[in-house]
């Protein structure tokens, strides 16, 4: 059982995850046809939960037990170099030289890329994605995104959160206060549900709530603020870097992690993800340019 029930970081610990199943299972189908997967959902919804739980499970969710998993805040990084130094890295690759090396490696990594329709590198982002496609597509790399929206032109497999429901919210109790711990009265739950709307880091914040004021039936009581309106529920805290410390080390000085920041707060518009077109479609250009100067010139 946690040391701190429903901490904000609960859902992101492989073995407190919950629900979401369904979500997990189209991403696994997507990444064994060697289709890139893009979670999508609004902040709060369990996103980085989700591609925390890929990563960490992801020998058994292959049956691959060489797999080996990493895990990308792309808000944490400056620009798309910066991401490519710390994957080399982590595949103990040369920078230069990781891509041409993943066909050599015995089993395809898995690259998780959180917050791929950061601002500031969404763009950039798009663009280098393109030098990954090929690699997926031939099966010597899997990729899972997350991102707010989605772009109808990316060709990414969309998996979108649905919102959580009651018996989430129940597993989550189970999880965080064992088999024979309290259980959350029905009334209880409902309004978690309706407060919550669905988004799972919320409705862990008001479980924590309601464990801090000791099960009590009037905890909803002292839910409001002193002018009557309901206060800002927390949402989930930034992830433990266990789990980067043995994945992705910091590009600037080498010595620590890159931790994962949340970029997207609630409220401010997230740029979605901007893709280019691909160079096979030039390619077909060019050739139909091509034939038709050279139908034009045999006409004159």
């Not at 490696?105 to 982002?125: K, Q, S």
């Not at 949402?235 to 931790?259: F, I, K, N, Q, Y």
Request: proline share 9%.
């Amino acid at each position: 059982m946690p040391q701190q029930p429903f901490a904000a970081t609960m859902v992101r610990d492989a073995q407190y995850f919950v629900g979401r199943w369904g979500e997990i299972q189209q991403v696994v189908e997507a990444l064994e046809r060697r289709t890139p997967a893009l979670v999508v959902g609004p902040t709060g919804s369990g996103r980085s939960s989700l591609l925390y739980h890929v990563v960490a499970a992801a020998p058994v969710l292959f049956d691959e037990t060489e797999l080996v998993a990493h895990y990308v805040d792309v808000a944490g990084f400056p620009d798309v170099a910066s991401i490519e130094v710390a994957i080399a890295q982590a595949l103990q690759q040369p920078v230069s030289q990781w891509l041409r090396m993943l066909p050599r490696l015995a089993h395809p990594p898995l690259l998780a890329f959180d917050n791929v329709d950061t601002p500031h590198l969404a763009p950039e982002f798009a663009e280098w994605w393109h030098r990954l496609w090929p690699v997926v597509r031939a099966g010597h790399l899997r990729c899972v995104a997350t991102a707010q929206v989605a772009d109808p032109r990316a060709p990414w497999r969309v998996v979108t959160l649905r919102p959580i429901d009651g018996a989430t919210v129940n597993e989550l109790v189970v999880a965080a206060l064992g088999e024979d711990g309290p259980r959350l009265p029905r009334n209880d739950q409902e309004w978690i549900m309706r407060q919550s709307q669905g988004h799972m880091a919320t409705a862990v914040a008001l479980l924590a709530q309601w464990h801090q004021a000791g099960h009590v039936p009037t905890w909803r009581a002292n839910m409001t603020t002193t002018s009557g309106s309901q206060p800002a529920w927390p949402t989930a805290a930034t992830p433990s870097t266990d789990m980067l410390e043995r994945e992705v080390v910091d590009v600037v000085d080498g010595t620590g992690v890159v931790p994962p920041t949340d970029s997207a707060q609630d409220g401010v518009p997230v740029a979605p993800v901007q893709f280019v077109v691909p160079p096979v479609l030039w390619w077909i250009a060019v050739c139909l340019l091509v034939g038709l100067v050279g139908w034009w010139l045999k006409g004159w």
